[in-house]
């Protein structure tokens, strides 16, 4: 019954035989992949082995940096994103990313948070103000921040930064939620915390999450993907890949054998 | 020694080091300071006066004193002369060491003979002449000089008097109460005033005809019957030109005397009082009595002293509805007892007067100072004179005879004067003027700061204007849109451009650039509209685009593109310009600019120096902008670009946000490198020290007028010291700027180092 409805679960993003070069390095070996609309997908594998490179390939960062070259497809709802039509901004819009350490702007938490609604020319403070409450309370952030919106938000802890960057991209109400290692820098409790805000997330979201922590991938994520050496080398539901890895190579790295 | 100790050894040499370094750069900034400092302070000692001999208690210098009529003293103090009643003179040696002993009546001859009084006498010592008015109405011009010689070898100082003709001067033959004398161009004229009150004035001209052949006239008026009370106090200018009068109602009378067959009374005046100043036609009398008039050096300015002890400086201004006459510009500290004796400088404008209590002061008349005042003891004074070289006053007292040193350097420096309007001789009205020399030595310094601390400020706007928009936006386009490539070209150029050395840009701005845009100048006004219009529309057409031709060009290339267009845009208003100029302008520009708008255009002028020294200020700017914008994290710039917010947005909402301290202080530090520079505004503006804003004029920097000024001026003397004071300005200035600028800088760098 419940396999069932999984497999009914449309592909939000469908990747085809991506490959991502860095001059002459290939960093991505041919992946494709299709990820669930409204599940969370953990891309797990040792460092170095691609996964924030597909990750930002994905709300294309990747070109921000000299050099990359993309080959293969990436649609988003059915969409190429690589495609010369594709406006960047806009896909940017609906594909927003968290990264793995916090960069709150150096302004204001009020500013942080509607910094991208604020510059897509809305003005009016009271629909600003809406908005900075809903990002925050999603965030789990809105308790602790309410008396100091309009401070500085660079006064903040770690992992109340890092809540304030999960706000920050909720703000924009986007449809895929990328996120670097977002619990990376912080301490158990900030962690539980994200972990709680992510299984919330899911039923209005899109999740990617990229991690190392074996336990975290299996506590949140609906998916597993599994990288190696800019391979994707498995794939599937995350109690299969935990349970029942189908490549040794899988086994040996969530085992911890190697990585 | 173990390697911990040695570490530590290691680490304190270093901070010793490194805090020796430091107190090294606050020491050389300190003892600059100081320098400067020590080189202005002369400026603010304030005068002073001490009594230096006194020769008296003699019973034949007694008489030899009361009998006197006028006194003098040469230029090293050497000697003093008296002299007397009866046309003799006594000599005081004021050199020797003992000057009781020194009473010396050589015997000469008197100078004149038949054994004749004379009742008063008038030492002008700038003219070097005495005149003598006789107790039977004559006058006698007498040239007087007093010069060193070597009398069987011993240094003497020798007094040479001529004697002029005598003219009879008061018809009647009676005695003479106050006499002046003045011999201008092809003129003499003596006026004075009879023991009557008669006033009366003689003119002797002198026309000469084509020819060669001269012919004298003699012109003789008694001006009494214009006056409306009794003359008191009479001053002819030097140049014999005009007459001043004082009488016992507090009116002050001026006639012109270019006329000699027929004087004419330009204004009577109010002199003292609450009226002062206005015509006693419309205000009636002054409240007191006029008791000495004296010219300055210069003939311009008449000091004007009354019994009330009230003294002013009065020249002619424009006054409404009365042309030009004589008005009470300076007001100086007052005595308490009527005024006796008005003694001018024969240097600057300085002056001393005595009033009848014996208090004798010393005033400077432009700056508006009065530096001293001193008790001299009981007793009014028979005469007071100022030395040739304002270095002592001369006293002739009832018993004694003293000689009263005087230190007063720089008399026409106070703030007013460097920093305030003042009311030069002249001038119509109170202005800020810079003009250190001149062509005669009546001639006056005006020594304010303020236009030339506005050339500064004028060429550091004009250069800001070019530089900060070119230096900021050339910063935020190499480090936010241009190419990794394009920004290792342009740093190291921008680089060199700052290595420029400024002579070579003000030698390109003075000589290629100015004449150049003079030549081109309507062409330069057409770029100046067609250059914006066609960015304008560049952008607008760019937005048009469809998006897929847009994006086959990288972030950056757009502007690239722009570049041949704009040298399309430059090319035709080039040839446009003498298109522009024989249609709207008239075939001229200048004289359009002048017809239109009143403006000159001078060849060098703060366009030039706009570029000039926006060419050298840009690289400044450039380099710490640059800085600052590519420093902010890029994780910021990636964390907004995630957020679906185009790149200009970015750019404008956290990148110069986050950089501005340090865009700010990059352009505090242009701004201190802009009024600092010397070598652009030297050789690129005309260096007139002018008070306009207008972009077509120049202006004097107060950095290229040390480097005029400085060779010529004498070490020590005021305007040296008044250069210093301009240095000082600029050092705090520039140091102010650039403290502020790296103050803002290092705030900038904690804020990103928070992130
Ligand atoms: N900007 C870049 N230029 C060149 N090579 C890069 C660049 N970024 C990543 N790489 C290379 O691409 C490969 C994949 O890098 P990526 O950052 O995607 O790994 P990762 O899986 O995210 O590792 P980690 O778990 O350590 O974050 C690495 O070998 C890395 O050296
Ligand atoms: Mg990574």
């Known amino acids: 019954m419940e396999n069932q409805r999984r497999e009914q679960q449309p592909d939000k993003i469908t990747v085809e035989n991506l490959r991502v070069f860095y001059k002459d390095f290939e960093a991505l070996k041919g992946i494709t992949i299709g990820i669930k609309a409204n599940r969370v997908t953990a891309l797990i594998g040792p460092s170095g082995c691609g996964k924030s490179t597909f990750l930002r390939t994905l709300n294309r960062m990747n070109d921000l940096i000299e050099g990359v070259r993309v080959t293969g497809s990436i649609k988003l709802d059915g969409e190429d994103i690589y495609a010369p039509t594709c406006d960047v901004v806009d896909l940017r819009k609906r594909v927003g990313m968290v990264f793995q350490r916090p960069n709150p702007f150096p302004k204001s938490i009020f500013e942080n948070v509607v910094y991208g609604p604020r510059r897509y020319g809305i003005k009016n403070r009271v629909q600003l103000m809406e908005i900075c409450e809903r990002s925050l309370k999603q965030a789990a952030l809105w308790d602790e921040v309410k008396d100091r919106l309009h401070h500085s938000a660079l006064g903040l802890s770690g992992g109340q930064q890092q809540r304030l960057c999960i706000a920050r991209a909720l703000a924009v109400q986007p449809e895929v939620l990328l996120m670097d290692e977002p619990a990376s820098a912080l301490d158990p409790i900030s962690t539980a915390k994200i972990e709680d805000l992510i299984a919330d997330l899911k039923k209005d979201y899109t999740i990617v999450i990229v991690t190392h922590n074996m336990q975290q991938a299996g506590r949140v994520s609906d998916y597993t993907a599994f990288f190696l050496a800019g391979e994707l080398i498995e794939y599937g539901e995350t109690a299969t890949i935990f349970e029942r890895p189908s490549d040794p190579r899988t086994e040996d790295y969530i085992t911890g054998r190697f990585g | ?755």
């Not at chain 2, 007063?408 to 004067?417: I, Y």
């Not at chain 2, 250190?436 to 400020?457: C, D, Q, R, V, Y």
């Not at chain 2, 150049?516 to 219009?533: C, E, G, H, T, Y």
């Open chain 2, 1 to 755: 020694m173990d390697i911990r100790t040695r570490r530590q050894l290691m680490d304190l040499s270093g901070r010793v080091l490194a805090a020796l370094g430091a107190l090294a750069i606050f020491g050389a900034i300190f003892l600059l300071f100081g320098f400067l400092a020590r080189e202005v302070a002369p400026l603010l000692r304030p005068a002073s006066a001490e009594q230096a001999l006194r020769v008296e208690q003699d019973a034949r210098l007694a008489k030899i004193l009361a009998e006197s009529v006028a006194a003098g003293v040469d230029e090293y103090l050497e000697q003093a002369f008296l002299l007397q009643r009866d046309g003799t003179f006594h000599l005081l040696d004021l050199s020797m060491g003992d000057p009781l002993t020194t009473v010396d009546s050589t015997e000469r001859p008197p100078l004149w003979a038949g054994g004749a009084k004379a009742s008063v006498a008038r030492y002008d010592p700038l003219a070097g002449r005495i005149v003598v008015g006789m107790e039977d109405g004559r006058a006698l011009p007498v040239d007087i000089q007093q010069r060193a010689a070597f009398i069987e070898g011993r240094r003497t100082v020798e007094l040479l008097a001529t004697v002029g003709d005598a003219v009879r001067l008061e018809p009647h033959g009676r005695s003479l109460v106050h006499i002046d004398w003045a011999a201008g161009q092809n003129r003499e004229v003596a006026a004075g005033i009879s023991e009557e009150g008669r006033l009366v004035v003689l003119i002797r001209e002198e026309t000469r005809s084509l020819f060669g052949g001269g012919q004298r006239s003699e012109h003789a008026h008694d001006l009494t019957p214009l006056l409306s009370g009794r003359a008191t106090a009479l001053a002819l200018a030097p140049d014999g030109l005009t007459l001043a009068v004082g009488d016992d109602g507090g009116l002050l009378y001026q006639w012109d005397l270019a006329n000699a067959s027929s004087p004419r009374l330009i204004g009577k005046i109010v002199a003292n009082g609450p009226e002062a100043g206005r015509v006693a036609e419309e205000a009636g009398r002054g409240s007191f009595a006029v008791t000495a008039l004296a010219y300055l050096i210069g003939g311009r300015s008449l000091v004007v002293a009354d019994a009330g002890g009230g003294v002013t400086t009065w020249f002619t201004v424009p006054v409404e509805g009365h042309g030009q006459l004589l008005q009470p510009v300076h007001r100086h500290q007052g005595h308490v007892a009527a005024v006796v004796h008005v003694a001018p400088s024969q240097r600057n404008r300085n002056f001393a007067t005595a009033d009848a209590a014996g208090v004798v002061k010393l005033h400077h008349s432009t700056s508006e100072q009065t530096f001293f005042s001193l008790e001299t003891g009981a007793g009014s004074l028979g005469g007071l004179v100022m030395a040739p070289k304002n270095d002592a006053l001369l006293l002739v007292k009832e018993g004694s005879v003293e000689l009263w040193s005087v230190s007063n350097p720089h008399p026409e420096v106070s703030w007013k004067t460097l920093f305030g309007k003042v009311h030069y001789e002249g001038y119509p009205r109170p202005a800020y003027v810079w003009q250190s020399t001149g062509g005669s030595n009546a001639f006056e310094p005006k020594l304010s700061l303020i236009p030339l601390a506005f050339g500064t400020l004028k060429g550091t706007f004009y250069a800001l204007i070019f530089a900060l928009p070119l230096g900021v936006l050339g910063a935020l386009y190499t480090s936010q849109f241009a190419s990794k490539r394009l920004q290792q070209i342009v740093k190291p150029v921008v680089e060199v451009m700052a290595g420029l050395p400024s002579v070579v840009l003000g030698f390109l701005a003075g000589l290629w650039l100015a004449p150049l845009i003079a030549r081109i100048f309507p062409a330069v006004v057409l770029m100046a509209v067609s250059i914006p219009l066609a960015l304008i529309a560049c952008a607008w057409v760019w937005r048009r685009l469809p998006g897929p031709l847009r994006e086959r060009f990288p972030a950056g290339v757009e502007a690239l593109l722009l570049m041949p267009l704009l040298g399309l845009v430059v090319l035709g208003s080039l040839q446009l310009g003498p298109v522009l100029e024989s249609l709207a302008m008239r075939g001229d520009f200048r004289f359009w600019l002048f017809d239109v708008f009143g403006w000159t255009y001078d060849q060098r002028n703060s366009l030039i120096i706009g570029i000039a020294m926006g060419f050298a200020v840009i690289p400044v700017v450039f380099s710490i902008s640059e800085d600052a914008l590519s420093s902010v994290p890029q994780e910021l710039v990636a964390g907004s670009l995630a957020l679906g917010v185009t790149r200009w947005q970015t750019v404008t909402g956290v990148v110069v946000p986050t950089a501005l301290p340090g865009i700010v202080s990059s352009v505090m530090i242009g701004i201190g490198r802009a009024v600092g520079e010397t070598m652009i505004v030297l050789m690129a503006t005309g260096n007139t020290p002018v008070m306009d804003f207008n972009i077509f004029n120049g202006f004097r920097a107060l950095s290229a007028n040390i480097a005029v000024e400085m060779p010529e001026a004498p070490v020590g003397g005021t305007l040296y010291r008044v250069l210093f004071v301009a240095a000082l300005l600029l050092f705090l200035f520039t140091f102010f700027l650039n403290t502020l600028g790296e103050l803002v800088r290092a705030q900038m760098r904690k804020r990103v180092e928070r992130l």
